[in-house]
């Protein structure tokens, strides 16, 4: 008879164990790849730090993968609150959006661009930023290219402006020569008032001085100068940049693993007011080839860290 009993005390747990752990909705901004691989690593990862038993286990079975398309976005958000899960990984703008249509329900976002905008103060958000800080641009870029002094970029007021103010503080030791312009036409003739002033030509991630329009004129400024391009995104190496200072997406999903268990297994209470920004996690690259063809000198880091 005892032993019947302990048999039953022991399903009773076991059931437990299911019944009360940690739902989790992924909701995507879209199908693509670089969602599912963040989706992938992310549920990779969060199955190696929680425990796999206990009241707050995450289980593979508890993971819901919602994607918004124009059919259903308009109801997107009932469903997620119908699931009442313990937290909403959003994978874009858009879907950080829809999550905060949820109430009282902890979000981690990925994949958004100026996520300021869009939360509030009001919930526990947290998530991992897209820009790299002007200063660790900088640093990493002069680790590979010591001899840059001079450093020439163009911008728009409306959308960069606090970078750009930014940039004395955090690297003194540089000079920075900053056009500004709110008119995308005169994004080339700005970049070709350069010459002769800079060491280096330096891309940011604003839509009015660099697009499909511009990127060209970047490219072509830094093969005729014999001057390196430095840039944001790992794409932008094929059109002719010499180093990318970019963000790792795999290892930011790792991230937003680490920021969704401190959400589920410490509570931040109602009064809390979560809406920490982490920096991203950075992956330089050199364009190696398009050095050797601009005749550019690279520091080997390695002898630098020895």
Avoid at 116 to 132: A, E, F, N, Q, Y
Wanted: net charge positive; charged share 25%.
């Amino acid at each position: 008879m005892k032993r019947y009993i302990l048999l039953i005390i022991i399903s009773f747990f076991s059931l437990a164990d299911r019944a009360f752990g940690s739902e989790i909705v992924v909701l995507k901004s879209s199908a693509s790849k670089i969602n599912q691989q963040i989706q992938d690593v992310f549920i990779d990862e969060l199955g190696k730090r929680v425990p796999h038993r206990g009241l707050k286990c995450i289980q593979p079975n508890q993971m819901t993968e919602v994607v918004i398309t124009r059919r259903n976005e308009g109801g997107i958000a009932s469903r997620i609150q119908s699931i009442a899960p313990d937290l909403i990984l959003a994978l874009g703008a858009q879907a950080l959006e829809v999550a905060l249509l949820v109430p009282n329900i902890p979000v981690v976002h990925l994949l958004v661009i100026h996520p300021v905008t869009i939360t509030d103060k009001k919930r526990p958000v947290t998530g991992v930023s897209l820009s790299v800080p002007p200063k660790v641009q900088l640093d990493e870029m002069k680790s590979y290219f010591p001899k840059v002094k001079r450093i020439g970029l163009v911008y728009d007021p409306k959308r960069s402006r606090k970078i750009i103010e930014q940039l004395n503080s955090v690297r003194p030791d540089l000079e920075f020569i900053a056009l500004p312009t709110e008119n995308i036409a005169e994004v080339p003739a700005l970049i070709h008032s350069l010459r002769g002033k800079v060491d280096l030509l330096w891309m940011l991630p604003d839509l009015t001085a660099t697009n499909q329009v511009t990127i060209q004129s970047y490219a072509l400024f830094s093969i005729r100068n014999k001057i390196p391009l430095l840039t944001f995104s790992k794409k932008l190496l094929k059109h002719g940049a010499t180093i990318a200072v970019t963000f790792d997406t795999d290892k930011m999903a790792k991230q937003a693993a680490v920021l969704a268990i401190d959400m589920l297994f410490h509570p931040v209470g109602a009064e809390a007011e979560r809406t920490a920004l982490v920096d991203p996690p950075v992956e330089t690259i050199i364009n190696y080839k398009m050095a050797a063809k601009l005749g550019i000198f690279i520091a080997d880091r390695r002898k630098a860290d020895e």
